[in-house]
């Protein structure tokens, strides 16, 4: 497979005259598009990456901007209004100096140069319109400058498990309370209790207010659209995740550490990752970053290697609050009646007048509906709005940070649950859990809770006392978003999580890890494009002795497979068909009637462990019934594979039907479409249980809607015999030879050499930049 060729040659640099930059900024761009950005300060490192991220994802990150700070509607009109009142009542209210000025000097400063470099870019399209991304002509809008500011107040609006415990409230109420544990196993085993005080009879959806996606409109998202069936958005929520291990200089075939990670994110739609090297005194670090995220989110620096998956704390609450009963503007709260704190605020709107909105708070706390019939409001607690909740400039001190020392002070500003995975050239390795905690001394944030005040947060566990490890005698670690407590753990008084995604991923990989002696980064090469499936074992050796007539195909396809979701497998194809018909024939034998309202789905966890039993739920017989249940699905599953693939078998290939297309979000707009073409065409092995994530939602189809769009692995102190891969190129602009340059690479699954030494950039250099500051 050819590599993406380089453009513009290394002779002559092109200079570009920018305010913003304190002295000229270099930038080589190797063979491969990764910029290499060298400063003589913090600064005007990271103001090369602001600017560079500004230059291939311009609209991108403004688009964000505008969903972030709610300025939908100014630019796209009145439908939007909601969607920015509701951005807006997650606006950070508090003192924005004083937080900025809490921040390490430093990480400030390269928060600043980010900042810039943005800015310098905008400024650079206002003088030259003809360079604007193709979006704001077709759109006729224009880009939104970017303010430090912004980066404190935009905490970002998500329900967290709100929804969750409106569910397990209602189920409460009808008696069904088990009934939750086929959609939502806790994790580790848990007993309910009902916060005292609370009438879980008067819990509704409506106290979800706007945090429920379906009661207002969703800004410009693709994907996000389809949540609003509430099983879409259930499925996709455990979607995203991601897989890293770790492995020590005693089981690497190379005498390092070798360190991997593959981020699992959306697919279709934005790439949501952008590469770059940062060098100036004090900082050497390559990988790639969130665009609109100051700093590197995956990949190393010059001492060590650091990746990320997603850790499960549960991060936000509900509270029920009392209002007066002739005043709705004071709720009760620590044995008094106090006032909200409300905001009044303007939206503007294009094509309407200006709308006013009051957004009100209780300590803080947004308040998301509110029935003044009943006495009734809900605030919804979440650790973002909390001071010190700063996660956009987290990532900056853990680019800053020297050592496993030095990254525990940087990991105090880390806001969002994650497995931080690190290795160092002295051949240490260790693992942290980080994120904001609440502790919550009387209740188990499983339900609302009532908001009187006995219920109320009483702070954030210390990083200390989070999950960590620091050189295991085993030799590896890995983290794929699985309930990782580790034994012994207290989780009993410090209380993070009971919702955590399917181990199918993490035992797969460990399965691989524990009968490697000695690991290669080859071998790391081959993890992250694993298709094995471990539920398909599962299901095999469930299949019924005996088939019918209608299933005895289907059973003997899958007899003879190796359960690996690969794109050329024809029993992939069927075992993908006999799922879905599995997991409804299940559904509609064991949830109870009353309750299939709250539980759109079942777990597959679950479902597979309650077949290999002999629970009662099944009924009177339960091999019988599991048998006739399996039975059923292999032959509905081989009548929809006819139906999709044709009524020869040998002519069945997965990846005919499980594609990876990526199109603009706005590709509704048939302007927008016409200007950038779809990258499609290609065809992927896998699921969203396999290594290689590729998962998809048969709701919506069978494409690939998320998964690894970055990849890499390191070796760790021999840096430039890392790999990596991206998803599907640097630019989002189609007049870019960057603008699908990987697809074909990443469907192969050739990871690449990302180039880190002052040597092999220069070896492999293909164009430079130089930003001057304007006189």
């Given at each position: 497979?050819?590599?993406?060729?380089?453009?513009?040659?290394?002779?002559?640099?092109?200079t570009?005259?920018?305010?913003?930059?304190?002295?000229?900024?270099?930038?080589?761009?190797?063979?491969?598009?990764?910029?290499?950005?060298?400063?003589?300060?913090?600064?005007?490192?990271?103001?090369?990456?602001?600017?560079?991220?500004?230059?291939?994802?311009?609209?991108?990150?403004?688009?964000?901007?505008?969903?972030?700070?709610?300025?939908?509607?100014?630019?796209?009109?009145p439908?939007?209004?909601?969607?920015?009142?509701a951005?807006?009542?997650?606006?950070y209210?508090?003192?924005?100096?004083?937080?900025?000025?809490?921040?390490?000097?430093?990480?400030?400063?390269?928060?600043?140069?980010?900042?810039?470099?943005?800015n310098a870019?905008?400024?650079?399209?206002a003088?030259?319109?003809?360079?604007?991304?193709?979006?704001?002509?077709?759109?006729?809008?224009?880009?939104?400058?970017?303010?430090?500011?912004?980066?404190?107040?935009?905490?970002?609006?998500?329900?967290?498990?709100?929804?969750?415990?409106?569910?397990?409230a209602?189920?409460?109420?009808?008696?069904?309370?088990?009934?939750?544990?086929l959609?939502?196993p806790?994790?580790?085993?848990w007993?309910?209790?009902?916060?005292?005080?609370?009438?879980?009879?008067?819990?509704t959806?409506?106290?979800?207010?706007?945090?429920d996606?379906?009661?207002?409109?969703?800004?410009?998202?693709?994907?996000?659209?389809?949540?609003l069936?509430?099983q879409?958005?259930?499925?996709?929520?455990?979607?995203?995740?991601?897989?890293a291990?770790?492995?020590?200089?005693?089981?690497?075939?190379?005498?390092?550490?070798?360190?991997?990670?593959?981020?699992?994110?959306?697919?279709?739609?934005a790439?949501?990752?952008?590469?770059?090297?940062?060098?100036?005194p004090?900082?050497?670090?390559?990988?790639?970053?969130?665009?609109?995220?100051?700093?590197?989110?995956?990949?190393?620096?010059?001492?060590?290697?650091?990746?990320?998956?997603?850790?499960?704390?549960?991060?936000?609450?509900l509270?029920?609050?009392?209002?007066k009963?002739?005043?709705?503007?004071?709720y009760?709260?620590?044995?008094?009646?106090?006032?909200?704190?409300?905001?009044?605020d303007?939206?503007?709107?294009?094509?309407?007048?200006?709308?006013?909105?009051?957004?009100?708070?209780?300590?803080?706390?947004?308040?998301?509906?509110?029935?003044?019939?009943?006495?009734?409001?809900?605030?919804?607690?979440?650790?973002?709005?909390?001071?010190?909740?700063?996660?956009?400039?987290?990532?900056?001190?853990?680019?800053?940070?020297?050592?496993?020392?030095?990254?525990?002070?940087?990991?105090?500003?880390?806001?969002?649950?994650?497995?931080?995975?690190?290795?160092?050239?002295?051949?240490?390795?260790?693992?942290?859990?980080?994120?904001?905690?609440?502790?919550?001394?009387?209740?188990?944030?499983?339900?609302?809770?009532?908001?009187?005040?006995?219920?109320?947060?009483?702070g954030?566990?210390?990083?200390?006392?989070?999950?960590?490890?620091?050189?295991p005698?085993?030799g590896?670690?890995?983290?794929?978003?699985?309930?990782?407590?580790?034994?012994?753990?207290?989780?009993?008084?410090?209380?993070?999580?009971?919702?955590?995604?399917?181990?199918?991923?993490?035992?797969?990989?460990?399965?691989?890890?524990?009968?490697?002696?000695?690991?290669?980064?080859?071998?790391?090469?081959?993890?992250?494009?694993?298709v094995?499936?471990?539920?398909?074992?599962?299901?095999?050796?469930?299949?019924?002795?005996?088939?019918?007539?209608?299933?005895?195909?289907?059973t003997?396809?899958?007899?003879?497979?190796?359960?690996?979701?690969?794109?050329?497998?024809?029993?992939?194809?069927?075992?993908?068909?006999?799922?879905p018909?599995?997991?409804?024939?299940?559904?509609?034998?064991?949830?109870?009637?009353?309750?299939?309202?709250?539980i759109?789905?079942?777990?597959?966890?679950?479902?597979?462990?309650?077949?290999?039993?002999?629970?009662?739920?099944?009924?009177?017989?339960?091999?019988?019934?599991?048998?006739?249940?399996?039975d059923?699905?292999?032959?509905?599953?081989?009548?929809?594979?006819?139906?999709?693939?044709?009524?020869?078998?040998?002519?069945?290939?997965?990846?005919?039907?499980?594609?990876?297309?990526?199109?603009?979000?706005?590709?509704?707009?048939?302007?927008?479409a016409?200007?950038?073409?779809?990258?499609?065409?290609?065809?992927?092995?896998?699921?969203?249980?396999?290594?290689?994530?590729?998962?998809?939602?048969?709701?919506?189809?069978?494409?690939?809607?998320?998964?690894?769009?970055?990849?890499?692995?390191?070796?760790?102190?021999?840096?430039?015999?890392?790999?990596?891969l991206l998803?599907?190129?640097?630019s989002?602009?189609?007049?870019?030879?960057?603008?699908?340059?990987?697809?074909?690479?990443?469907?192969?699954?050739?990871?690449?050499?990302?180039w880190?030494?002052?040597?092999?950039?220069?070896?492999?250099?293909a164009?430079?930049?130089?930003?001057?500051?304007?006189?």
């Amino acid at each position: 497979m050819a590599k993406p060729r380089g453009h513009g040659g290394s002779a002559k640099p092109r200079t570009v005259h920018l305010t913003g930059a304190r002295a000229p900024v270099e930038v080589i761009e190797d063979e491969l598009g990764v910029p290499h950005v060298r400063a003589a300060s913090l600064h005007d490192a990271f103001f090369g990456q602001g600017y560079l991220v500004a230059r291939d994802r311009l609209f991108q990150i403004d688009m964000e901007q505008r969903r972030d700070m709610g300025r939908m509607a100014e630019a796209f009109g009145p439908r939007f209004v909601a969607a920015d009142r509701a951005a807006r009542l997650f606006l950070y209210r508090g003192d924005i100096e004083a937080e900025l000025a809490a921040l390490p000097p430093d990480v400030l400063e390269c928060a600043q140069g980010y900042v810039a470099g943005v800015n310098a870019r905008i400024d650079e399209l206002a003088a030259d319109p003809a360079q604007l991304p193709l979006e704001y002509g077709l759109l006729g809008i224009s880009p939104l400058r970017w303010d430090i500011r912004n980066l404190v107040r935009g905490r970002g609006i998500g329900m967290g498990d709100a929804d969750d415990e409106v569910r397990r409230a209602q189920l409460h109420a009808r008696g069904l309370l088990d009934a939750d544990q086929l959609m939502a196993p806790l994790r580790p085993a848990w007993s309910f209790t009902v916060p005292e005080g609370l009438d879980t009879a008067a819990v509704t959806d409506a106290d979800l207010g706007i945090l429920d996606s379906s009661a207002r409109p969703l800004p410009f998202d693709s994907i996000q659209e389809a949540q609003l069936d509430p099983q879409q958005r259930w499925t996709d929520r455990f979607a995203l995740g991601s897989n890293a291990w770790t492995i020590a200089p005693s089981r690497s075939a190379t005498g390092r550490p070798i360190l991997a990670n593959d981020p699992h994110l959306g697919i279709g739609g934005a790439g949501p990752r952008h590469m770059v090297h940062l060098t100036a005194p004090g900082l050497d670090v390559i990988g790639a970053g969130a665009p609109g995220l100051p700093g590197i989110m995956q990949g190393h620096t010059d001492r060590f290697a650091f990746g990320r998956t997603n850790f499960h704390i549960d991060q936000t609450d509900l509270f029920i609050l009392r209002t007066k009963k002739d005043d709705a503007n004071q709720y009760w709260h620590k044995g008094k009646w106090k006032v909200f704190e409300t905001f009044e605020d303007e939206i503007a709107v294009k094509g309407a007048p200006p709308e006013r909105v009051t957004l009100r708070y209780a300590a803080g706390r947004p308040i998301v509906s509110q029935d003044a019939a009943r006495d009734r409001a809900v605030a919804f607690a979440t650790v973002s709005m909390l001071p010190g909740a700063n996660q956009r400039f987290a990532i900056i001190a853990i680019n800053l940070a020297k050592d496993w020392a030095s990254l525990q002070q940087a990991f105090k500003l880390h806001v969002s649950p994650t497995n931080l995975h690190y290795a160092d050239i002295d051949g240490n390795t260790g693992w942290q859990t980080i994120g904001f905690t609440p502790r919550r001394p009387k209740h188990d944030g499983l339900f609302p809770a009532p908001g009187d005040g006995d219920f109320d947060w009483t702070g954030i566990l210390p990083v200390q006392d989070m999950p960590h490890v620091y050189n295991p005698r085993e030799g590896w670690f890995a983290s794929a978003n699985q309930m990782n407590l580790p034994a012994g753990y207290p989780y009993h008084e410090r209380i993070i999580s009971f919702g955590w995604s399917d181990p199918f991923r993490y035992d797969r990989i460990a399965e691989v890890l524990r009968a490697q002696p000695k690991h290669r980064i080859e071998d790391s090469i081959a993890l992250q494009h694993d298709v094995q499936s471990l539920p398909a074992r599962a299901l095999l050796k469930l299949l019924p002795a005996a088939p019918s007539a209608d299933a005895a195909q289907a059973t003997a396809l899958l007899r003879r497979w190796d359960c690996g979701i690969e794109a050329d497998s024809a029993a992939a194809l069927l075992y993908e068909m006999v799922m879905p018909a599995l997991s409804s024939g299940f559904y509609e034998r064991v949830v109870p009637a009353a309750a299939r309202d709250l539980i759109p789905s079942v777990n597959l966890s679950e479902m597979l462990r309650i077949l290999a039993s002999s629970d009662k739920r099944l009924g009177g017989d339960p091999a019988a019934a599991r048998d006739a249940l399996i039975d059923r699905a292999l032959a509905a599953g081989w009548k929809r594979a006819v139906e999709l693939g044709g009524t020869d078998p040998a002519r069945w290939q997965w990846g005919d039907l499980h594609r990876v297309t990526i199109a603009h979000p706005l590709s509704s707009i048939p302007a927008i479409a016409a200007a950038f073409p779809k990258i499609e065409g290609g065809r992927s092995g896998g699921d969203g249980t396999t290594p290689m994530a590729r998962g998809f939602n048969a709701k919506r189809g069978f494409n690939v809607s998320h998964g690894a769009s970055y990849l890499f692995v390191a070796d760790v102190g021999a840096w430039d015999n890392s790999r990596f891969l991206l998803l599907p190129g640097q630019s989002a602009d189609p007049r870019s030879p960057r603008y699908r340059d990987f697809y074909p690479l990443w469907l192969a699954g050739a990871m690449q050499p990302l180039w880190f030494s002052k040597a092999a950039v220069e070896r492999h250099a293909a164009a430079r930049l130089i930003l001057t500051p304007t006189l």
